[in-house]
T-cell receptor
Framework: ETGVTQTPRHLVMGMTNKKSLKCEQH?????MYWYKQSAKKPLELMFV???????ENNSVPSRFSPECPNSSHLFLHLHTLQPEDSALYLC?????????????FGPGTRLTVL | GQQLNQSPQSMFIQEGEDVSMNCTSS?????WLWYKQDPGEGPVLLIA?????ELTSNGRLTAQFGITRKDSFLNISASIPSDVGIYFC???????????FGPGTSLSVIP
């Protein structure tokens, strides 16, 4: 595997379910990101991890819980979501403090909350 | 907070035509990035710019870092159907700042 991978690619869940999104990067990067992309809206940064430490939480509701066990893996745990949480969830990685922090994105998980 | 504006929001062009789009900011950036997103996929980095006035090409794509450091431009020459997608600009101040993404320009190419 190369680049940034995300699983699952598609997920349908009820509001009472608990599920997790997984992201893995094979680029040797040390920063990882979760973004939410809703229709007709700019990319919304959710969380940033640098060297496994969370450095940014962009006022994300607690029903989204990130986990970064090491620099290559990032999870987003989901519980009691709302229909408005349906969106494409993108993971990205970069070198910490590289000029421009050029971020490389995974293909995303298309989440539908019923 | 910092915001980026992209124009146009969407464009429909004939195959073979050249395309121009731009990105503007009220803040100064030290880095500009251009991404393309195909339907159902994540954004892919096309071009990165690090210096005011810099002009960089990637195949048929050319991007420029505006002299004021508040804007950037992307041109696509001789468009082809696979150029269809959403083009995002992104800017960053210092290396410690988060990257800000624009709302995107949606490009459709008519064969």
């Amino acid at each position: 595997e190369t680049g940034v991978t995300q699983t699952p690619r598609h997920l349908v869940m009820g509001m009472t379910n608990k599920k997790s999104l997984k992201c893995e990067q094979h680029l040797g990067h040390n920063a990882m990101y979760w973004y939410k992309q809703s229709a007709k809206k700019p990319l919304e940064l959710m969380f940033v991890y640098n060297f496994k430490e969370q450095t940014e939480n962009n006022s994300v509701p607690s029903r989204f819980s990130p986990e970064c066990p090491n620099s290559s893996h990032l999870f987003l745990h989901l519980h009691t979501l709302q229909p408005e949480d349906s969106a494409l969830y993108l993971c990205a990685s970069s070198h910490y403090l590289s000029p421009g922090r050029e971020q490389f994105f995974g293909p995303g998980t298309r989440l539908t909350v019923l | 907070g910092q915001q980026l504006n992209q124009s146009p929001q969407s464009m429909f062009i004939q195959e073979g035509e050249d395309v121009s789009m731009n990105c503007t900011s009220s803040s100064i950036f030290n880095t500009w990035l251009w991404y393309k997103q195909d339907p159902g996929e994540g954004p892919v980095l096309l071009i990165a710019l690090y210096k005011a006035g810099e002009l960089t090409s990637n195949g048929r794509l050319t991007a420029q870092f505006g002299i004021t450091r508040k804007d950037s431009f992307l041109n696509i020459s001789a468009s082809i159907p696979s150029d269809v997608g959403i083009y995002f600009c992104a800017g960053q101040g210092t290396s410690y700042d988060k990257v800000i993404f624009g709302p995107g320009t949606s490009l459709s190419v008519i064969p």
